[in-house]
């Protein structure tokens, strides 16, 4: 399974940003999908993530609520972050990241996976 994350770019404050991560290769079903983000010099952090199994439960790290919203198209394989209201702190490298049940020819096995990362710049 691979990841491939895209959408990022150059924002101004105040302007909106939609990031895009999509799931291909081999036979699969996601249990759920979220983004982190690296921000230079500082720890990768879980910003949002969602629940693909049964209702698409939501959450999100408190300095991104309102602003961000996360969804996800499960039949495409693929989670969206919206970013609104862009704020200079913003900026960091943004990775998709899944957990999940992937068929290897014999049985079922849970497996975590990452994107490759897509970097987000805003200026003042």
């Known amino acids: 399974v691979q990841l491939q994350a895209s959408g990022g770019g150059l924002g101004q404050a105040g302007g909106s940003l939609r990031l895009s991560c999509a799931a291909s290769?081999?036979?699969?079903?996601?249990?759920?999908m979220g983004w982190y983000r690296q921000a230079p010099g500082k720890q990768r952090e879980l910003v949002a993530d969602i629940s693909l199994i049964g209702t698409q439960n939501k959450n999100y790290v408190e300095s991104v609520k309102g602003r961000f919203t996360i969804s996800a198209d499960n039949v495409k394989h693929e989670v969206y972050l919206q970013i609104s209201s862009l704020k200079p702190e913003d900026t960091g490298v943004y990775f998709c990241?899944?957990?999940?049940?992937?068929?290897?020819?014999?049985?079922?096995?849970?497996?975590?996976?990452w994107g490759q990362g897509t970097l987000v710049t805003v200026s003042s």
């Open positions: 990241h899944g957990d999940f049940e992937v068929w290897d020819g014999s049985t079922w096995r849970v497996q975590d996976y």
């Open positions: 290769g081999g036979i699969f079903s996601i249990n759920g």
